[in-house]
């Protein structure tokens, strides 16, 4: 498949979860604005260039995470994207505070800071001329987290994609389930499950594409029950956080563990994908699958 | 399972969580004529605890002196029981935590030596090991015959090596898989307890991919074609308790708890110390009362005063009376209607904010 290997041998992710102390900073020595320093290689990158390259340092090929919006732009037809289900907004079921903050005020907040109503985005797009059921996570939204308009906007997708026969695609990055809706946001895990299984009943293909990190009760619902799982190169995919993993067993972990190419080898996702390939890669298997 | 091991329930009375105070605090060496001897007490009941020594040393005292003391020790004990059930009528959630991980709280094994007749375990996900976390086998519950999948922690430290705390790997959720499909095939309902503060984290679990076997179960389970019925027994950790909790209907013991997170986890990541798990539990609305105004469980099964582990065959009773009377309901809809009935109730799980329907009036907030 990829026979451009863009990526070397001394990748060392600031997620590395080889390395449990958090990574030093980098950042601090850029100025904000034209310039990075690419977490990969260190090498400084002109943003525009990076940019225009997907978000993939031009120079080692470390995929840096993208938000929702980009998401949509880089994946899908320009123009193509028709945003649905606009309209479903969080709520503050459990009236959640804690050490004198609120989950309404974190809302907000996040609402502002990101100009998203929530950490789901839904419509019908095109890729490469194929009409889709697009679902992205915006991973900028409160981690990426589950909560319930998550669960009832993607459960409408894919209720959506059943009754226009659409190929579904979904973008997963997420921290896991939203504390601060409690038992609310777990149970998306078994709604958006559960729409799956007619979604899977009535005939659709569904592709998850699973980029830096899924983690949590994403990875165990609809992130890891596509027909064909996708992942992005070295992309952090797990159940539980490593951090707690090396906490239970008193052991550092292996390397590269929960990394997109140890879920390869350990057989849990079809392919790794590199990010100027996923378009191309998708429309492929939609043709195989929907000729 | 192994019915006489329910006795040993009493025994374990040696947990860190006896009050310690001034010294008085010794366990009864004297038998007291009563369910509650030997219960282990919580933090917050300690009042209760020492009426209970206070009535057992009456006692012992009325043996040794031949002393007359009956009318004091009725008094006490009608001090005890109302004490004891103004204090579980209103539990906080972390006290209601506490209960669901009681030492002594029974266990999913405890409900089968109750229970369930004739119970017949069978092992295995038929591809790699056989998880005892999740115990699975048939079994009769009052007149219906069933699939029983009961998540294990096990009671004295042996047991809860051998169950790994309750806590299953990918095994478990793929022998329960295996057994709902094979529950399917002859049409016997599914019954499952949940018990298990969360899947094991562990590196083997990763590897053989615990989200994905969680994952799927909760696809297959929204579409098993026969009856399923889950109840929390206790401990309902996130994830790992869902694994096995997609049912037609979901029900939970009256102090069982049912968190995204456990409230120790929940505190120390937004208070920044597990010691606001207190905290943590109020916040996360994960008692069974909440839980049912939220619409996540559909019912509150009542335990006996003072909680499960100070009358486990009442709690039985309880749980076996729901199981059959639910399992009866469901047997009366086509498979086709019960199936659209649980969709539809896994469909509105979920609190959002809508704007109604484009009338001015409403839109103008
Ligand atoms: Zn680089």
């Not at chain 1, 990190?213 to 027909?227: K, V, Y």
């Not at chain 2, 009769?140 to 806590?167: C, P, S, Y």
């Not at chain 2, 990763?206 to 297959?220: F, S």
Request: net charge neutral.
């Amino acid at each position: 498949m990829a026979e451009e290997t863009t990526q070397s041998e001394e990748i060392t992710t600031p997620y590395d979860v080889a390395k449990l102390a958090p990574p030093p900073r980098k950042k601090r020595d850029v100025p904000d604005g034209l310039w990075m320093r690419c977490p990969g290689c260190e090498a400084m990158l002109y943003r525009k260039t990076v940019a225009e390259n997907l978000d993939v340092c031009p120079e080692c090929g470390e995929h840096f995470r993208v938000g929702g919006r980009r998401r949509i732009e880089q994946l899908a037809d320009t123009g193509s994207f028709e945003e649905l289900f606009t309209d479903v907004a969080p709520a503050d079921p459990l009236e959640f505070h804690w050490s004198g903050k609120s989950y309404a005020e974190r809302l907000s907040k996040e609402q502002k800071d990101t100009g998203e109503t929530e950490s789901m985005l839904t419509g019908a797009a095109y890729i490469k001329g194929r009409r889709v059921a697009l679902g992205v996570m915006a991973g900028d939204f409160l981690m990426g987290s589950m909560g319930s308009v998550l669960g009832e906007k993607l459960t409408r997708l894919i209720e959506y994609a059943t009754r226009e026969h659409l190929p579904l695609v979904v973008v997963c990055i997420s921290g896991g389930a939203r504390m601060h809706e409690g038992a609310l946001s777990l149970m998306q895990m078994g709604k958006t499950s559960a729409a799956l299984a007619r979604y899977d009943d009535a005939g659709g293909l569904y592709i998850a594409v699973l980029t830096d990190p899924t983690t949590g009760g994403t990875t165990a619902s609809f992130a890891m029950l596509g027909d064909v799982i996708i992942a992005e190169p070295k992309a952090l995919i797990g159940f539980a956080g490593p951090r707690v993993i090396a906490n239970t067993i008193k052991a550092e972990l292996p390397e590269g563990f929960q990394r997109a190419e140890f879920l390869l080898e350990k057989g849990f996702v079809d392919m790794i994908v590199p990010r100027h390939e996923l378009r191309s890669e998708i429309a492929r298997l939609i043709d195989y699958f929907q000729a | 399972m192994n019915r006489s091991r329910r006795r040993t329930a009493s025994r374990v009375f040696r947990g860190s969580n006896r009050p310690r105070r001034s010294g008085q605090n010794r366990p009864h060496e004297t038998p007291m004529p009563q369910p509650q001897d030997n219960i282990v007490g919580l933090p917050f009941e300690k009042p209760i605890i020492r009426l209970q020594r206070q009535i057992a040393d009456l006692e012992t005292e009325q043996i040794k002196t031949g002393r007359d003391y009956a009318s004091e020790i009725r008094q006490f004990r009608a001090q005890y029981v109302s004490l004891l059930r103004k204090t579980y009528q209103s539990l906080s959630p972390w006290e209601t935590v506490q209960v669901a991980r009681h030492p002594q709280r029974p266990l999913s094994r405890d409900y089968i030596g109750l229970i369930v007749k004739n119970f017949v375990e069978l092992h295995g996900d038929r591809r790699f090991a056989d998880d005892k976390a999740i115990v699975g086998g048939l079994g009769r519950i009052g007149t219906e015959k069933v699939l029983l999948l009961a998540q294990q922690k096990g009671r004295d430290t042996k047991e809860k090596l051998a169950h790994n705390f309750g806590m299953a790997q990918p095994e478990g959720y793929r022998k329960a898989l295996r057994l709902m499909k094979l529950a399917e095939k002859f049409r016997l309902p599914v019954v499952t307890l949940i018990d298990t503060p969360g899947a094991y984290p562990g590196i083997g679990s990763e590897e053989r991919g615990v989200a994905e076997a969680i994952a799927r179960n909760l696809l297959e389970m929204s579409r098993l074609r026969t009856p399923i019925v889950c109840v929390v027994i206790g401990e309902g950790g996130s994830g790992g308790a869902l694994g096995v909790a997609v049912g037609d209907k979901v029900a939970m013991l009256e102090f069982a708890y049912y968190s995204v997170i456990s409230p120790e986890g929940c505190a120390s990541i937004l208070w920044r110390t597990g010691e606001k798990a207190p905290e943590a539990a109020e916040a996360l609305k994960l008692t069974a009362s909440h839980l049912k105004s939220l619409g996540i469980v559909d019912e509150a099964i009542p335990e006996p005063l003072g909680g499960a582990h100070r009358n486990p065959s009442e709690t039985a009773h309880n749980l076996e009376r729901y199981i059959v009377r639910t399992l009866r309901e469901l047997r009366r809809l086509e498979t086709d209607e019960l199936l659209a009935r649980r969709y539809e109730s896994w469909r509105d799980k979920g609190k959002v904010l809508e704007p109604q329907p484009a009338e001015p009036a409403a839109a103008a907030k």
